[in-house]
């Protein structure tokens, strides 16, 4: 892993590299998010996943645009077909927030377009495939779609005829938790097959009473709740840090499910933790937690037919 020499912010130096940095990926939170960042600590580990870092702007070998192989997976426009009998939709390139580690930061958002048509051409190509059992709804974020479009488009996918899962990825139940609403909860209550719902949490300070009201209604609507991470420098590669969130996790309601090694896409490698690092936390988050408790610690690398446990 290459090492990064961390620029000063408030230097000219550092002042290009952060506009260089948010011209290339621009910051996005929300209200939430900004209420559990201290603005006095330059290493808050919420701060450091969402506010620009002027090292985004470095151009570090083996940390490229396209890093788990989306474009050679990209099926037709809006489907990356990458594992046996599954397949994901990206239904739209916008987020509530952007991670500043997001692997798709680089992604081409804008040939994947799903109107009515390409909707419509995506459906027979999932349709089409024998082995198809589970959809990924995905993105961008899934959940920022009107509850009416989304209830459009699970209407749609239970039409698949070997369809037995839909999984939605998403970060809404912690960075904007009122989108969790009556509307959206009924139209996943309404989908007839079994939804999971795998949320984005790095840290335990990211949950809270508001997310913890979401994951209930969630829960209340019979959506199945996981949650997986990113291993990242600074923000949760301590084991105290990871016990507490698979803690606070499961208190809401929420089991662990993977810890990624981070993707190694350009702009993040500031983040980078190395893959030994990590499987010595995970071995001591085995020693101090019951089995439920501890995530898979996996990689994804392109061109494989899964996720690589580590």
Do not use: W
């Not at 290493?43 to 050679?72: K, N, S, T, W, Y």
């Not at 001591?284 to 446990?309: D, M």
């Amino acid at each position: 892993m290459a090492e990064i020499i961390p620029d000063n912010p408030q230097s000219s130096q550092g002042r290009t590299h952060v506009d260089e940095a948010e011209g290339a990926f621009v910051e996005l939170t929300t209200p939430l998010v900004d209420s559990q960042i201290d603005p006095f600590d330059a290493v808050d580990p919420i701060g450091l996943q969402f506010r620009v870092d002027p090292r985004e702007a470095l151009d570090v070998p083996g940390f490229d645009a396209d890093p788990v192989g989306d474009l050679a997976a990209n099926a037709i426009p809006g489907v990356l077909h990458k594992y046996h009998g599954r397949a994901l939709l990206v239904l739209t390139g916008a987020c509530a927030v952007h991670c500043r580690y997001c692997f798709r930061r680089h992604f081409p958002y804008g040939d994947q377009r799903l109107d009515e048509p390409a909707l419509d051409r995506a459906m027979r190509y999932l349709a089409e495939d024998p082995d198809l059992t589970e959809v990924i709804l995905s993105g961008g974020d899934p959940l920022v779609l009107s509850s009416r479009r989304l209830a459009d488009v699970l209407e749609r996918l239970a039409e698949l005829p070997r369809l037995r899962r839909l999984r939605i990825h998403s970060r809404i139940p912690t960075v904007s938790p009122e989108r969790i609403d009556a509307r959206l909860c009924e139209a996943l209550a309404a989908c007839p097959v079994p939804v999971v719902l795998v949320a984005h949490v790095n840290h335990a300070r990211e949950l809270g009473e508001e997310s913890r009201a979401a994951f209930e209604r969630l829960r209340r609507a019979g959506v199945t709740l996981l949650n997986q991470s990113v291993l990242l420098r600074g923000v949760n590669d301590d084991v105290d840090t990871l016990a507490e969130l698979s803690e606070q996790l499961f208190a809401q309601g929420v089991l662990p499910y993977y810890l990624h090694h981070l993707d190694p896409v350009a702009g993040a490698a500031h983040f980078a933790v190395e893959i030994e690092t990590g499987q010595q936390l995970v071995e001591a988050l085995r020693r101090r937690l019951p089995g439920y408790l501890v995530p898979r610690f996996v990689v994804e690398q392109a061109g494989e037919p899964s996720k690589t446990p580590l």
